[in-house]
């Protein structure tokens, strides 16, 4: 199968299906062809072990992804202006969270030091990281489109 040049393989961020959009199409709230639910709901998407190296090798747009961990107080400071940020870059950039309390491989893997920790996936590889909280979804913004 191959992919036209006009079409985009999006992965759900509900089920972790692979999804061909026409890029047409990614502004017009694209829907999962296997559970429904739309590919960009403006909340970052919940990775975690398993769908992580799907979400960051198989999306056809950049990644953004906190990583993140429920007892981290700047993590819950930033987390409503991430939520905010996933409004504002849906759907040129897909905005996921992973929890590295119950990824602690993952978090190994990538060598993450400090929480929050931003780190920016164009075509399955890292091309920006930044370690610290953001204060408001426009610098968190403003920070990826820098780094496209």
């Known amino acids: ?22 890029e047409a199409d990614m502004r017009n709230a694209p829907d999962c062809g296997h559970c429904h639910q739309t590919l960009f709901d403006g909340q970052p998407a919940a990775l975690d072990d398993t769908s992580f190296d799907k ?10 992804v906190d990583f993140w961990a429920p007892w981290c107080g700047p993590c819950r400071m930033m987390a409503p202006a991430y939520a905010q940020a996933a409004g504002l870059l849906e759907p040129q950039v897909r905005v996921a969270k992973l929890n590295t309390e119950e ?11 400090s929480i929050p920790t931003l780190a920016l996936f164009v075509g399955g590889k890292e091309v920006a990281r930044q370690a610290g909280a953001f204060r408001t979804a426009q610098d968190i913004a403003d920070w990826t489109r820098s780094h496209l």
Do not use: K
Request: overall charge positive; charged content about 15%.
């Open 1 to 22: 199968m191959t992919v036209s040049s006009d079409t985009l393989h999006i992965v759900c961020p509900h089920c972790h299906t692979t999804n061909r959009v026409r």
């Open 55 to 64: 979400h960051i090798g198989r999306n056809h747009v950049p990644v953004l």
């Open 103 to 113: 990824a602690q491989a993952m978090a190994a893997r990538f060598n993450i030091r």
